[in-house]
């Protein structure tokens, strides 16, 4: 991976100022500078300590009274020169910068360094690349008084988040150190510190190095730091649909995929890719960079709505200069915009719409739906009779609302009446029956309600009232013998002998007068057999 640093200048309060960084130090006592000293020379890129503050003191711990620039001990490192000490694991200069500043020396001396660095953040979305290297001999002494390198990263706002202090001493297990002899050697690192939100407030940095306390130990570092953008740039799409994803060199970190390049080529970008750049992998201290690519990719969102009979009605959120493809999930496909579908049978369907924008991005929206089968409206009467519940079983299919109509009257809406009730007589009874969407069926039947007293005595049950009261109350006031058929006849005597009623329905009169209360005798013939039997009529 390169390391270069993109030197992209940014313009800030009317300056320009060159975003690369680069340094090495650490720190115990600090006097803070100016609070309006400018961020130029952040990273060394002078080849001097210019904006910079050096201290240089004893150690341990790290006690640095001593202010100012130290040449034997401050230096700025250039060219391709290799640290002599690190078996060749370590460059003086951090890859992709001109100059980087090595802290402390060789000597072993007892003695700290320490640099500090103050600014004005000067804008958001910004990331601190803090890179150092170290060189600890390790005297296997206790931590506390063994060679040692830190750095402090503090704001005047609000706390910043991740990685801002790092103590790194000689013997430590933790760190991944590689050896020469009796030197721990730290390879160029790299460490993000996120400054979004920071714009405005005051950054101050504190690097220091310690040799160990009894002497004869060193310890020293090189750092390089460089501010960045906080963003992972899409280029837009090639020809074949592919899109470039990449960020500023220096950062140092690793793609979604793995990659540790500052770009890499995904195929098949769509608005479901995850495009991000992970920083500080496998700290606790991770930071993750996304990228957004539904601002380059084309919208494939859409919706959808059921209607009935096996139709969807569907509609892409997308349809200018761009090019649509659907695929239903049955094996058919469509080019349009906008598409009122009719599915052949019910089930479930995976329904793919691909975009692909004047920009030869693609992308490609996914889901899942179910088309329902149509509602079939069935129900089965029982024998019936007036004032009694009709005997209802519902045989509806693919239903979850039933309707039931009465000659034309809404009488009841649950699946299954229990007291719906009929006149007698011709009745109309109807079932719509919907389901969720409110697509419906119907069935409609026409029933003949029968006489409640023809429910309460069948057909081969001969009834013969002993009494009747014809008073016009609506009560009792016909004289019927039940089932003894339409078309056959009934005889009424008095008590005189006399026939007052030849019929089949007698309302207790005679040529127009109201009979007297008695005993009066009835002659029938029923099964080929003469009967007599006595009524009583009542008022």
């Given at each position: 991976?390169?390391?270069v640093?993109?030197?992209?200048?940014?313009?800030?309060?009317?300056?320009?100022?060159n975003?690369?960084?680069?340094?090495?130090?650490c720190?115990s006592?600090?006097?803070?500078?100016?609070?309006?000293?400018?961020?130029?020379?952040?990273?060394?890129?002078?080849g001097?300590?210019?904006?910079?503050?050096?201290?240089?003191?004893?150690?341990?711990?790290?006690?640095?009274?001593?202010?100012?620039?130290?040449?034997?001990?401050?230096n700025?490192?250039?060219g391709?020169?290799?640290?002599?000490?690190?078996?060749?694991?370590?460059?003086?200069?951090?890859?992709?910068?001109?100059h980087?500043?090595?802290?402390?020396n060789?000597?072993?001396?007892?003695?700290?360094?320490?640099?500090?660095?103050?600014?004005?953040?000067?804008?958001?979305?910004l990331?601190?690349?803090?890179k150092?290297?170290?060189?600890?001999?390790?005297?296997?002494?206790?931590?506390?008084?063994?060679?040692?390198?830190r750095?402090?990263?503090?704001?005047s706002?609000t706390?910043?988040?991740?990685?801002?202090?790092?103590?790194?001493?000689?013997?430590?297990?933790?760190?991944p150190f590689?050896?020469?002899?009796?030197?721990?050697?730290?390879p160029?690192?790299?460490?993000?510190i996120?400054?979004?939100?920071?714009?405005?407030?005051?950054?101050m940095?504190t690097?220091?190095?310690?040799?160990?306390?009894?002497?004869?130990?060193?310890?020293?570092a090189?750092v390089?730091l460089?501010?960045?953008?906080?963003?992972?740039?899409?280029?837009?799409?090639?020809?074949?649909?592919?899109?470039?994803?990449?960020?500023?060199s220096?950062?140092?970190?690793?793609?979604?995929?793995?990659?540790?390049?500052?770009?890499i080529?995904?195929?098949?970008?769509?608005?479901?890719?995850?495009?991000?750049?992970?920083?500080?992998?496998?700290?606790?201290?991770?930071?993750?960079?996304?990228?957004?690519?539904e601002?380059?990719?084309?919208?494939?969102?859409?919706?959808f709505?059921?209607?009935?009979?096996?139709?969807?009605?569907f509609?892409?959120?997308?349809?200018?200069?761009?090019t649509?493809?659907?695929?239903?999930?049955?094996?058919?496909?469509s080019?349009?915009?906008?598409?009122?579908?009719?599915?052949?049978?019910?089930?479930?369907?995976?329904?793919?719409?691909s975009?692909?924008?004047?920009?030869?991005?693609?992308?490609?929206?996914?889901?899942?739906?179910?088309?329902?089968?149509?509602?079939i409206?069935?129900?089965?009467?029982?024998?019936?009779c007036?004032?009694?519940p009709?005997?209802?079983?519902?045989?509806s299919?693919?239903a979850?609302?039933?309707?039931?109509?009465?000659?034309?009257?809404?009488?009841?809406?649950?699946k299954?009446?229990?007291?719906?009730?009929?006149?007698?007589?011709?009745?109309?009874?109807q079932?719509?029956?919907?389901?969720?969407?409110?697509?419906?069926?119907?069935?409609?039947?026409?029933?003949n309600?029968?006489?409640?007293?023809?429910?309460?005595?069948?057909?081969?049950?001969?009834?013969?009232?002993?009494?009747?009261?014809?008073?016009?109350?609506?009560?009792?006031?016909?004289?019927?013998i039940i089932?003894?058929?339409?078309d056959?006849?009934?005889e009424?005597?008095?008590?005189?002998?006399?026939?007052?009623?030849s019929?089949?329905?007698?309302?207790?009169?005679?040529?127009?007068?109201?009979?007297?209360t008695?005993?009066?005798?009835?002659n029938?013939?029923?099964?080929?057999?003469?009967?007599?039997?006595?009524?009583?009529?009542?008022?």
């Amino acid at each position: 991976m390169s390391l270069v640093p993109s030197r992209i200048p940014i313009k800030f309060t009317g300056l320009f100022y060159n975003l690369q960084l680069i340094f090495l130090v650490c720190v115990s006592s600090f006097s803070p500078l100016a609070a309006q000293i400018p961020f130029t020379n952040i990273g060394f890129e002078s080849g001097t300590f210019l904006n910079w503050q050096g201290a240089t003191g004893s150690c341990c711990p790290v006690y640095a009274p001593n202010q100012g620039i130290a040449p034997d001990r401050h230096n700025i490192t250039t060219g391709s020169g290799i640290d002599t000490l690190s078996n060749n694991l370590i460059q003086q200069v951090c890859a992709g910068s001109i100059h980087s500043a090595q802290l402390g020396n060789s000597g072993g001396d007892a003695e700290s360094e320490q640099l500090h660095f103050q600014m004005i953040i000067p804008s958001d979305s910004l990331i601190l690349a803090v890179k150092y290297a170290v060189l600890l001999q390790n005297a296997q002494h206790p931590p506390s008084k063994q060679p040692r390198f830190r750095y402090a990263i503090t704001t005047s706002g609000t706390t910043l988040a991740g990685c801002t202090e790092k103590l790194i001493l000689a013997g430590d297990t933790t760190v991944p150190f590689l050896h020469y002899q009796d030197i721990d050697i730290l390879p160029w690192q790299t460490t993000a510190i996120d400054l979004s939100g920071k714009s405005g407030d005051t950054l101050m940095l504190t690097f220091e190095t310690g040799d160990c306390e009894p002497g004869g130990h060193f310890g020293y570092a090189y750092v390089d730091l460089m501010l960045l953008p906080k963003k992972i740039y899409l280029n837009g799409c090639n020809t074949d649909g592919s899109l470039t994803a990449s960020v500023t060199s220096g950062l140092d970190g690793i793609w979604m995929n793995g990659s540790a390049t500052d770009s890499i080529h995904i195929e098949n970008p769509d608005s479901t890719n995850d495009i991000y750049y992970l920083l500080n992998a496998n700290t606790d201290c991770e930071l993750i960079i996304y990228a957004e690519p539904e601002m380059l990719l084309p919208s494939s969102e859409f919706t959808f709505t059921e209607m009935c009979e096996q139709q969807i009605e569907f509609n892409a959120d997308n349809s200018t200069n761009s090019t649509l493809v659907w695929d239903f999930g049955d094996g058919n496909n469509s080019v349009d915009s906008n598409v009122m579908y009719q599915y052949n049978f019910s089930g479930n369907f995976e329904v793919v719409l691909s975009v692909m924008g004047s920009n030869n991005c693609t992308s490609t929206t996914r889901k899942q739906i179910t088309v329902h089968e149509n509602s079939i409206a069935s129900f089965s009467v029982g024998d019936t009779c007036a004032g009694a519940p009709v005997l209802l079983t519902n045989e509806s299919q693919n239903a979850d609302n039933y309707f039931w109509y009465v000659n034309n009257h809404l009488n009841d809406t649950t699946k299954n009446p229990v007291n719906l009730i009929l006149i007698e007589g011709i009745n109309s009874l109807q079932l719509i029956a919907a389901n969720h969407i409110g697509c419906c069926d119907t069935s409609t039947v026409t029933l003949n309600i029968k006489p409640e007293i023809e429910c309460l005595f069948p057909e081969n049950y001969l009834f013969i009232p002993n009494a009747f009261s014809p008073n016009g109350d609506g009560i009792n006031d016909l004289f019927e013998i039940i089932n003894l058929g339409n078309d056959k006849v009934f005889e009424i005597y008095n008590r005189f002998g006399q026939l007052v009623y030849s019929g089949n329905s007698w309302n207790g009169s005679y040529e127009n007068d109201v009979c007297e209360t008695g005993v009066y005798l009835v002659n029938f013939q029923y099964n080929k057999k003469q009967h007599h039997q006595t009524i009583t009529l009542l008022k």
